[in-house]
């Protein structure tokens, strides 16, 4: 057995810190008893283990010396076993540390991990005495130094800002232009081929999907499957070792801060996608892990009136209880260590409701927002809201605080509506297009408040999309009833023999237009990694398990011509202020007379008439954007700093002829983008007629002119 001095130590900071000398170990248990810190050797038998005799106030603590970097450990925590009353301490379950910098190991399955006799009658009121420490991974004490050399926070504005989500896995792992054993990890993130790629196509910020170490559920595990996106955390400040190509010893750790600092130096930021809204525990039927065994009834939102079910916003079965001090502390830790500690540049946040909910309704003014609003660190970040949960009244988008992106879901359906040719009014395009106004101008909001996006991770690829108008997910093994219901008929209006060329031709087009829109769009845009590649999951919209060919970007089937084509489109947005602007557009979006920022344009020429901003028959018209310019404030009229545009549009079956407006506008267009599959003359004129093919989108520029 290993013997270590013992010193009282610090009940602050909290987790496991080495001084160099020896580790200090700390941790929150309000309503325990006893903690008891266990340390584990290379193999995973227990070696060492003492009762943490300091407690300051909720805070149990000691000093090891000699305990040094890649230690492995855990805690036992012992108190009442009450689940009615919401305490679930069992010392026979060993827990990982909530503020563990690393974790090494993977869970092992097995009826020890439950807090309760899986066999018993009682259910998880009876007790289990069978030790969980051999199936669980240990937490690790870490050395946190590192040399980030002149690494510094980018800190891109918003409105220059190109998002890409990404699987840190799912990315690399089968591309032949990094090396094998570097594939799927952070360091093949960070490998010169794919930073050259993300700064080729133009991206400014990757979001991660998470990172922090996650478990796989038991019924995946027994399927044969693998809880791939790792919405299922149960460590908040580790880095998953799944993807680190150096070991789970405190590796990890490193081999993330690499990878920031090398997407930092080619002008990329890293924004992690966080689950702070509940944990891997689960439900009162769940197994222990951490947080269950540590302090239940602290960590979790119980039912009122019988605290031995859980309060569910989640979907998942539990709700971290942001409205307790501790649990609140520990997200803003959180975040701090990953933007002080591992230089992340942003987060967006998983089910961002739930985290604000007060007794029940969502609270914007709660204490989840204050902490955040005052924080002279976290509130210089990115901070993007999923503004939704699956409770009541749980669909929050356009009504998150200032200083708050979010998720725009109503930008998404929009979108998809309109280029599948559904019935809506041209003024639910517009709002959506100019960066929701109608959501987000209200509380001194900008446009870049919406981030906009066709296809998230969650729901088909674009490709997918516009192929199948069913799901198709019978691999993950729920019977095609998980997942989203689909209906799409993104293929209405082709028919007859030559049916197969007119649909793949129609799909291209429909990938293009959905690009076009988004990156033309006002506000941040979001791409999934792989859609500007043609990327398919066979029709699984619900690819959450699925860590295999299904879920990974296919390199070698990767259409250039997309790439290519979406690779224009963002240095069109990134190289033109008029097509990404950090303020509202100027005046009212139905009104075309009196202002010039923007005017709208039926396919005659003329101006659309107020009547039909209303109507859902228009299926052609376009849009002029001033070039960018500002109100000088001594005379009536712009300033301009960047080209015009006219971006005309159909979303019809039929082609339409399309007549450029004539003065004051521009005389002389220049097509720079289209979807369509013929060809337009290098300058089109102003009063000329132009065929817009059905179901496309064209892109016309002019040199900057005086305009109003």
């Given at each position: ?457 969650d729901g088909f690829t674009l490709q997918d999309l516009v192929s199948y108008d069913q799901k198709h997910n019978q691999a993950n093994g729920e019977e095609n009833n998980d997942g989203e219901s689909e209906n799409n008929s993104w293929n209405c209006g082709v028919e007859g023999e030559t049916h197969d060329a007119l649909i793949t031709l129609l799909r291209d087009k429909q990938k ?197």
């Amino acid at each position: 057995m290993l013997e270590f001095i013992k010193l009282p130590g610090s009940a602050y900071p909290l987790g496991a810190t080495w001084d160099g000398q020896g580790t200090n170990f700390s941790i929150v248990a309000k309503n325990a008893q006893t903690v008891e810190l266990c340390l584990f050797d290379e193999k995973g038998n227990q070696a060492f283990s003492t009762a943490l005799s300091e407690r300051e106030h909720d805070t149990f603590h000691i000093y090891l010396k000699q305990v040094c970097p890649g230690q492995r450990y855990g805690y036992r925590v012992n108190g009442a076993y009450l689940p009615t009353e919401g305490h679930r301490f069992n010392p026979n379950k060993l827990l990982l540390d909530p503020y563990a910098k690393a974790i090494s190991g993977r869970l092992n399955w097995n009826d020890a991990l439950f807090g309760y006799g899986l066999s018993s009658t009682s259910g998880d009121l009876s007790f289990s005495t069978s030790d969980s420490a051999p199936f669980m991974p240990k937490s690790v004490v870490i050395d946190n130094t590192f040399d980030w050399k002149d690494d510094c926070p980018l800190e891109i504005p918003y409105h220059k800002t190109i998002i890409y989500e990404l699987h840190v896995k799912g990315f690399s792992q089968l591309n032949t232009l990094i090396p094998e054993e570097l594939r799927g990890t952070y360091a093949g993130l960070a490998h010169p081929a794919s930073l050259e790629y993300l700064k080729s196509l133009g991206i400014t910020a990757v979001e991660l999907m998470p990172v922090h170490h996650f478990i796989s559920d038991r019924h995946l595990v027994e399927r044969g499957l693998e809880n791939y996106w790792g919405y299922n955390t149960i460590g908040f400040f580790a880095p998953d070792s799944r993807y680190c190509s150096s070991g789970d010893e405190g590796q990890q750790v490193n081999e993330f801060k690499n990878m920031v600092m090398a997407m930092h130096s080619r002008g990329i930021e890293v924004i992690m996608d966080v689950v702070y809204n509940h944990t891997a525990e689960g439900n009162e039927d769940g197994p222990t892990f951490s947080f269950k065994g540590i302090d239940n009834s602290i960590y979790y939102r119980l039912k009122e009136g019988n605290k031995r079910y859980y309060t569910d916003y989640t979907g998942t079965g539990n709700t971290l209880n942001t409205q307790m001090p501790t649990v609140l502390r520990l997200i803003m830790d959180s975040l701090r260590y990953w933007t002080q500690e591992m230089h992340v540049d942003g987060f967006r946040f998983d089910l961002a409701s739930s985290l604000a909910r007060g007794e029940h309704e969502v609270d914007h003014f709660g204490p989840f927002f204050e902490i955040i609003r005052q924080d002279p660190i976290i509130s210089r970040v990115k901070l993007i809201a999923e503004p939704w949960d699956v409770g009541e009244n749980g669909y929050q988008v356009g009504k998150f605080p200032s200083g708050w992106a979010e998720w725009n879901g109503k930008y998404r359906d929009c979108m998809r509506r309109f280029w599948k040719g559904d019935k809506q009014p041209i003024s639910q395009f517009a709002q959506r297009f100019l960066g929701s106004p109608d959501l987000y101008r209200k509380d001194s909001r900008q446009p870049t408040a919406s981030v906009n996006f066709i296809t998230a991770h969650d729901g088909f690829t674009l490709q997918d999309l516009v192929s199948y108008d069913q799901k198709h997910n019978q691999a993950n093994g729920e019977e095609n009833n998980d997942g989203e219901s689909e209906n799409n008929s993104w293929n209405c209006g082709v028919e007859g023999e030559t049916h197969d060329a007119l649909i793949t031709l129609l799909r291209d087009k429909q990938k293009k237009n959905l690009l076009m829109t988004l990156l033309l769009s006002q506000g941040v845009p979001m791409i999934v990694s792989g859609d500007e590649l043609g990327k398919s999951q066979g029709g699984n919209n619900n690819a959450y398990c699925q860590d295999n060919e299904i879920s990974w970007i296919n390199w070698a089937s990767s259409d250039q011509s997309l790439i290519d084509f979406t690779k224009n489109l963002i240095s069109l947005r990134i190289n033109h202020p008029s097509l990404s602007r950090k303020e509202w557009i100027v005046g009212n979006i139905m009104d075309n007379y009196g202002q010039t920022d923007i005017a709208w344009f039926k396919r005659d020429g003329t101006h659309l008439a107020l009547d039909e901003w209303k109507s859902d028959y228009v299926k052609c018209f376009g849009i002029f954007l001033h070039g960018a310019g500002i109100q000088s404030p001594n005379e009536n009229r712009k300033e301009l700093i960047d080209s015009h545009f006219f971006i005309a549009l159909n979303n019809g079956p039929l082609n339409a002829a399309f007549v450029l407006p004539a003065d004051p506008y521009p005389k002389c267009w220049t097509p720079v983008s289209y979807s369509g599959a013929g060809n337009f003359h290098e300058t089109i004129d102003a009063g000329e007629n132009i065929i817009l093919e059905n179901r496309s989108m064209l892109i016309l520029q002019a040199n900057p002119i005086a305009i109003g």
